[in-house]
């Protein structure tokens, strides 16, 4: 029930909409004060993740970018999207 809660959470779920679902799936509503103090323990372990060293290995890494053009398909004119992508194999991490 705890990974779930952090789960719905991160994924940008309101709190609001945490204790309705777990009302709906449990029979019982998880207090914002819970939800609170159980993404506290997530982000701890975010936070080691985003300090973590990143000497000595090599990092692959995607690029992607994209935008919309307005095209003409047969007299209709309609946004398209358009996508850039890029791959590349990065040996040295700088960090700022």
Do not use: C
Not at 8 to 18: I, Q
Not at 29 to 51: C, F, G, M, Q
Not at 55 to 63: A, D, S
Request: cysteine-free; charged content about 25%; glycine content about 8%.
């Amino acid at each position: 029930m705890e990974e779930a809660l952090i789960e719905m959470y991160l994924a940008g779920v309101s709190v609001r909409r945490v204790e309705h679902i777990t009302e709906t799936l449990w029979g019982s509503k998880v207090s914002p004060s819970t939800i609170s103090e159980l993404n506290k323990k997530a982000y701890v372990h975010i936070e080691d993740w985003r300090n973590r060293p990143l000497q000595g290995g090599r990092y692959p890494y995607v690029y992607v970018d994209g935008i919309y053009l307005r095209r003409n398909w047969g007299g209709e004119f309609e946004n398209v999207p358009s996508w850039w992508q890029s791959r590349s194999m990065r040996t040295d991490i700088v960090r700022f």
